[in-house]
């Protein structure tokens, strides 16, 4: 085995040596057949209460730190929390708003219900590791709400006080190769991580200080599903019209 050690680091440089090492490993494995539940919370709507606005991520959240799921999870709650309040203050949503466990291990449960997906499913939204980074943001959506984030994203500050919108524009790689999200049972589907990409930081103290970055992403997806949630119009095979 080939064991790699850091010897000298700048902020944008890493040196490494190379050594060999002799590792072993004593796993003791027991396999054991347990349940997976698959968990949705749900408020239900007024008007189309058989429509779907689901947003979640895969709840396991075995990382700490900001780049693991812990930071989509704090994401989702924060969410949750203030969609709660609204709905407490009198707030009628159009539509039924459900969090759910989409990652992993939901994969069965879509299988199971692809058909109720496909016909009673407004968006999904996708929280998983929100935090990778804070140098530029990477939104994976689909062409219907594009529009809608664009415009979104206009009015968020990033760290260096411009827009995330200009940031982006300006940040993002020419060269990104990486193949567009499957829309496997066409839902319309939006997923928003602010990360590196590309660009070594280096060692920081704080990715996100003030936590301003996990709240500019908090309000963006609160207003698109609180857009979505209530909007007249959403039309699978055209241009989906938000207020």
Known sequence: MIFRQ??????????????????????????????????????????????Y??????????????????????????????????????????????LWSRGSPGVEWVEEHTKLLVDRAVVYSNTDVAMGGNYVLIAQICPKLAKAMF???KTISSLDKRTLYYNLLERYGRSADYPRKPFTILVPFFSAIICLFFIIRGKTAFVDPMTKLIGGLA?????????????????????????
């Open 151 to 153: 415009h979104r994203i």
């Open 53 to 98: 606005v689901l947003v979640g991520k895969h709840r396991d959240a075995f990382f700490f730190r900001a780049a693991g799921t812990v930071h989509g999870s704090t994401l989702l709650m924060e969410v949750a929390r203030v969609l709660g309040n609204l709905r407490k203050d009198g707030w009628k949503l159009r539509r039924t708003f459900k």
């Open 219 to 243: 309000f963006i997806l609160a207003t698109l599903l609180f857009s979505i949630s209530k909007s007249y119009v959403m039309q699978k095979q055209s241009k989906i019209l938000l207020e």
């Open 6 to 51: 850091e010897t000298k680091s700048s902020r944008d440089s890493v040196e490494l040596s190379m050594s060999k090492v002799r590792l072993r490993v004593h796993n003791k494995l027991e396999m054991k057949k347990k349940i997976n539940y698959s968990v949705i919370g749900a408020m239900s709507g007024e008007e189309e209460p058989d429509r």
